[in-house]
């Protein structure tokens, strides 16, 4: 699933090109991927109208319309969101809407297993959105703090990785990020959150905005269908020190990194440098 490095990397390869852009005609191929308004209305709310800016909220794009309204994107699992200056979807597969400009460019979105989601919201519609509008701080900004970790996971037993998903926490980070940062800061995956020490917090802090901000320099991880707004596919996957490398030599001790399932998510951890 793309997570705050990879949206991050898709809204600024789209903003030099949709920004100022007019909507001529917009369809939707596969209508329960929007979740607001129906269909025909989401198509309505978007035709005729001009991007202004396109914003990221954690995991969502915000296309901010010149009528205060957005178009809303979360990519999910195998999202796309793919610009072209001719029109043409040449290249990508599984395209289910598609927002054709009055120059002739087009802005698609792909979405292999079709658990993407779009919405039309006008302003007093957001707290529809509940998820968006109650995440918390992102790494790298001033409200993402050590004291502010600190002082959040003080109150939680549950299991630390499960606590770094969890975007009413922290907003945006993911499973990918979520392994490599718990290695950085050498902190076994599995312990309690309310167990951290300010020490330790202090580590997971800075390793965590060190790990989303490199994501970010690489333009993101592709481990499958992830691609940027034009179609470029991120470099950070070759950076990766335990996610997904099961059994692997951990890349400072040695010793086998190991798999184990947190919350339902597989987790990759070294046994010896995360005691």
């Known amino acids: 699933m793309p997570e705050l490095p990879e949206v991050e990397t898709v809204r600024r390869s789209l903003a030099r090109h949709i920004a100022g852009r007019e909507i001529m005609a917009v369809r939707v191929f596969l209508p329960r991927l929007v979740k607001w308004p129906e269909s025909d209305l989401f198509c309505a709310r978007l035709t005729g109208r001009t991007i202004r800016e396109i914003d990221r909220t954690g995991k969502y794009l915000r296309l901010r319309l010149d009528d205060a309204a957005e178009f809303i994107v979360h990519l999910k699992m195998t999202g796309e969101l793919m610009f072209s200056a001719d029109g043409s979807s040449e290249g990508m597969g599984f395209v289910r809407a598609e927002v054709r400009f009055r120059d002739g460019a087009a802005l698609f979105f792909g979405d292999a297993r079709t658990l993407g989601a779009l919405y039309a919201l006008r302003p007093e519609e957001l707290p529809r959105l509940a998820s968006m509008m109650a995440m918390g701080p992102e790494p790298l900004t001033e409200a993402f703090c050590p004291a502010y970790l600190y002082e959040i996971a003080r109150g939680h037993r549950a299991k630390l990785k499960s606590f770094l998903l969890n975007q009413k926490y922290i907003g945006g980070l993911g499973n990918i990020y979520a392994d490599e940062a718990l290695f950085r800061a050498r902190l076994r995956p599995g312990r309690p959150a309310s167990s ?17 901000r490199e994501g970010i320099d690489d333009g993101g991880t592709t481990i499958r269908n992830y691609r940027d707004g034009e179609g470029h596919v991120g470099l950070h996957q070759d950076k990766l020190r335990v996610y997904q490398r099961t059994g692997a030599p951990c890349p400072v001790c040695g010793t086998p990194i190991k798999r184990v399932v947190i919350g339902g998510r597989g987790t990759h951890y070294c046994p010896k440098c995360q005691k």
């Open 196 to 212: 951290l020490s300010r020490a330790e917090t202090e580590r997971l802090h800075e390793a965590i905005n060190e790990v989303i």
